[in-house]
């Protein structure tokens, strides 16, 4: 499945700004009547970066061109780093979901850096290259200028549909299993696509220290992670980590084609990020997909499959399943990493998602110091 031009996937990459359409000055509202109290559904309206109702008023003006209270606003649960609104117009018409940018108080590795134009491109892909059904993309705005300053994205949940993600409370068990269903079908058919460059989606193919090779592209995506560790000083075999993937990095010159890959290090965060909307009389019938906060690159689809051939593989011989085999390794100490780096980012409620990831790393490190040695 090949993509469409660059030009149409990164019309407002960092590589070519100077192509970045110029927005134009944002056209006053005429003063209206007095607006009834907003309804907030969950949380508070003092949430932080919960946007004012005139912003909002004044934003679905700008987008659909006509007057447009907005009835109630609904903060979604779990939409990984982005905080995500549903907004019930007050006339009648298909809400919207509205996706801003990580709140100043988060902590964001480097992998999140631009996330909110990460997930803007994944839309655009998923729309243009993938038979997944996205909501409509109605406006956005990464610079940003409008919406007091916010970057965001504004789609639209059609009628007869609702959205619900993985942590709703009031959703049975079987419409739970929704959003884990569907996060495994969306991660192989992303893996089907093939792409420009080597690394995170917001690099593009003018960036000259990575992109050209998936070994160079996959050891800076190591050494950022890395780094975040130690920025939070976080206790990781920091040495260790870096002598296998400078001993190992050869076997990651078989990969030659870009592909997209979904690499959320556990099946919890995966169906975190993944909001789903469904019919509304058949809540367990998927009819659209958004994906906030998901990690996705360009790369290796096996980065995004850990665990599912690792023992066949152990039993193979050969260059080839050799290479393959180290390969696995690598990409299983960067995604337990990953995942001890977020609980420490941004801790959970449970501490076996660490444990685990710290049992993996420790055992894989200590099969491939062996081998090293």
């Known amino acids: 499945m090949r993509l469409p031009s660059i030009d149409a996937l990164y019309p407002y990459s960092m590589w070519a700004p100077s192509t970045a359409p110029v927005e134009e ?3 006053p509202i005429s003063p209206g009547p007095a607006r009834s109290p907003l309804s907030f559904a ?9 946007p004012s109702i005139n912003a909002l008023d004044r934003l679905v003006y700008q987008v659909r061109g006509a007057r447009v209270e907005i009835e109630q606003v609904e903060e979604l649960d779990a939409c990984g780093i982005h905080p995500m609104y549903l907004l019930t117009p007050s006339d009648g018409s298909p809400a919207l979901l509205l996706t801003l940018a990580p709140r100043a108080h988060v902590k964001t590795l480097r992998i999140e850096q631009r ?13 243009d290259s993938t038979n997944i059904a996205v909501p409509p993309l109605l406006a956005s705005d990464l610079t940003p200028k409008r919406l007091g300053g916010s970057p965001f994205l504004l789609t639209t949940c059609p009628r007869g549909q609702r959205v619900m993600t993985a942590m709703d409370g009031h959703v049975s068990e079987p419409e739970r299993e929704s959003p884990d ?10 893996s089907q696509v093939e792409g420009p460059f080597f690394g995170l989606l917001h690099w593009g193919p003018g960036r000259k220290a990575g992109g050209r090779s998936w070994r160079q592209a996959f050891s800076m995506m190591v050494e950022d992670a890395l780094r975040d560790g130690e920025e939070m000083l976080v206790a990781l075999p920091y040495e260790a980590i870096r002598a296998c993937l400078a001993h190992w990095a050869s076997a990651l010159d078989d990969v030659t084609v870009p592909r997209l890959v979904w690499l959320d290090p556990s099946v919890e965060r995966a169906s975190a990020s993944t909001v789903v909307l469904v019919n509304e009389e058949d809540p367990t019938r998927p009819t659209g997909l958004m994906l906030s906060g998901a990690w996705i690159v360009w790369g290796d689809p096996l980065l995004g499959n850990i665990g599912d051939d690792e023992d066949d593989v152990s039993m193979e011989e050969g260059q080839e399943s050799t290479h393959r085999r180290r390969r696995i390794a690598l990409y299983t100490i960067y995604r337990s990493v990953l995942a001890i780096l977020e609980e420490n980012y941004r801790p959970s409620l449970s501490e076996r998602r660490e444990l685990e990831a710290r049992k993996r790393l420790t055992s894989i490190l200590g099969s491939t110091s062996r081998e090293i040695l």
């Open 115 to 127: 996330s909110l134009e990460t997930q803007l491109q994944l839309h655009r892909l998923l729309d």
């Open 25 to 27: 000055p944002l056209s």
């Open 42 to 50: 969950s949380p508070s309206p003092s949430s932080p970066s919960t």
């Open 181 to 190: 269903e569907q996060a495994n079908a969306v991660a192989h058919t992303l």
